[in-house]
């Protein structure tokens, strides 16, 4: 008995050998640095200082400090669909973590039984009864080869954890960036409802100058013409928004709660956005959660050869009993009745065809394929970031350029429509003021759009949006 227990404590000493690579994380294959656009002398300098805390660390909470907003986000959080299958999704590598642990460990269990047979021509009955408890086949991990698949199991685990993550913060820049095209197409409707009664004024009048003389029928034609455009726009913009609501919708997998808080309009959702930093590139390599995936995912595939490795060695496991068996029920627990088994076998692979070659080869290049994605994750979240970062600088100027065109449209506006009035200058003038007025109006609303969603897109591709109220605000 005691050497058995201590074949049991070395069995049990050598398990811990490991035949996996050593792993050692590949180099990232991107500048230091990263790659903008200098902004013009006289712009001030864009969001993004020393001192903004870096976006993996801002809750997205505390990045988007519209109520309204913050609240549709709670709801997709809670009841968007995609979010409920990377949770599950989740759930299940868990368990199949637990598995591949367990295995690990002996199985033990108890058993009993009672027979009773007759012999046919005999007079009496035989009787056996049995009781013991047991391993069922203990499989001794001499070259670590279930410890090699319990780590490719828990590296799983957290790939897919980190994916639930990715997901989180892409449905979060998905409901922002939808909820921002709803203000814009808003904004745009107001503008074009604004533009139909300007053009509904404007046609009035011009009938009325013409019923006195001042005006031609084809000044009166233009103004229709330009009337029936702006309510056209205006049907479109009417249309956007109703999709724009029913986008939103199916993205918070519920309907639009009638108690939602009061949210700023377009060009007051600036204020709305906190100020962020954007670190350094290796900062990425903790942060972003598709590359965290990418390189658990490559642990998993180191993990898987040291498995196949392991396969080319001998297979050791053990079956043993020990209980009491009897001829009658009534004296199973008595002296005498003990009954034990011991059955190690050990099996070695001598000629398998080159199945444990191919499988090893498999899982070295599933391993490569693995880093090749590594190093594409990493590359594709450099260009995400350093397209947002260049984004950001040259919309300021952008914007800032759209408010002055827009300023200077308005007052051309103004000025011809005085002097269309007091018959100085031609309807076509007017009509030109009033075209270029509407243009300059929503090319201020689309940028303005495309200057806020890129905030959101280098908030989302900085790693931001994982947490809640984030690093910073816990600290």
């Known amino acids: 008995m005691k050497r058995t227990l201590i074949a049991l404590l070395c069995a049990t000493a050598l398990a811990g050998c490991t035949l996996d690579p050593t792993y050692q994380r590949p180099a990232a294959p991107v500048d230091s640095t990263w790659s903008t656009v200098p902004a013009p002398a006289q712009q001030k300098p864009a969001q993004g200082t020393a001192a903004a805390p870096l976006g993996a660390d801002l809750g997205w909470r505390d990045f988007f400090k519209d109520p309204r907003l913050q609240k549709l986000i709670e709801l997709a959080l809670a009841n968007n669909r995609d979010m409920r299958v990377a949770a599950l999704n ?10 591949a642990r367990a295995n690990i460990g002996p199985t033990i269990s108890a058993s009993g039984s009672v027979t009773r047979e007759r012999v046919e021509g005999s007079t009496s009955a035989y009787s056996s009864s049995s009781a013991s408890v047991g391993l069922t086949s203990w ?27 990715s997901t ?3 449905l979060i820049a998905t409901v922002a960036t939808d909820y921002l095209q709803l203000l814009s197409d808003e904004a745009s409707l107001q503008i074009t409802q604004n533009t139909v009664d ?7 009048l011009t009938v009325s100058m013409m019923k006195m003389g ?15 455009s702006a309510r056209s726009s205006l049907a479109s913009y009417t249309r956007a928004v109703a999709q724009d609501r029913n986008n939103l919708v199916a993205e918070i997998g519920a309907p639009l709660p009638d108690d939602l808080p009061q949210g ?18 290796s900062d990425l390599l903790t942060r972003r959660p598709d590359i965290v995936e990418a390189e658990h995912t490559l642990k998993a595939a180191n993990a898987n050869i040291g498995a196949a490795r392991a396969a080319f060695f001998p297979k050791i496991e053990l079956t043993a009993s020990a209980g009491t068996t009897s001829g009658s029920l009534s004296n199973l627990f008595k002296a005498g009745t003990g009954a034990w088994t011991f059955a190690p076998s050990i099996s070695v692979p001598i000629f398998d065809f080159g199945y444990n070659r191919a499988s090893l080869d498999v899982a070295k290049v599933e391993k490569d394929i693995d880093i090749a994605n590594y190093e594409k994750a990493i590359q594709t979240a450099f260009k995400e970031v350093s397209n947002a970062l260049a984004g950001r600088t040259t919309y300021v100027t952008q914007v800032a350029a759209d408010r002055d065109y827009v300023g200077s449209a308005q007052q051309y506006y103004d000025l011809a ?26 090319q201020l609303v689309t940028d303005m759009l495309a200057k ?24």
């Open 452 to 475: 806020q969603s890129n905030l959101i897109t280098l908030y989302k591709v900085l790693g931001g949006g994982w947490s809640e109220t984030g690093a910073v605000a816990q600290r």
């Open 139 to 165: 499989e001794i991990d001499f070259f670590g080869r279930l410890r090699s698949l319990k780590r490719q199991a828990l590296e799983q685990y957290l790939s897919t954890d980190a994916a639930r993550t």
């Open 198 to 204: 300007a053009d509904q004024h404007t046609y009035d």
């Open 264 to 281: 700023p309009s377009l060009m007051e959702s600036e204020n709305t956005l906190a100020d962020i930093g954007e670190g350094v590139p």
């Open 90 to 99: 989740v759930a299940e590598y868990e368990a199949q973590y637990r598995i």
């Open 168 to 170: 989180q913060i892409s």
């Open 214 to 228: 001042s005006a031609s029928l084809q000044d009166v034609r233009q103004a229709e013409n330009s009337l029936a």
């Open 417 to 442: 429509q005085a002097r269309y009035r007091s018959g100085t200058d031609s309807f076509l003038t007017l009509l030109d003021a009033q075209r270029t007025l509407y243009t300059a109006q929503q």
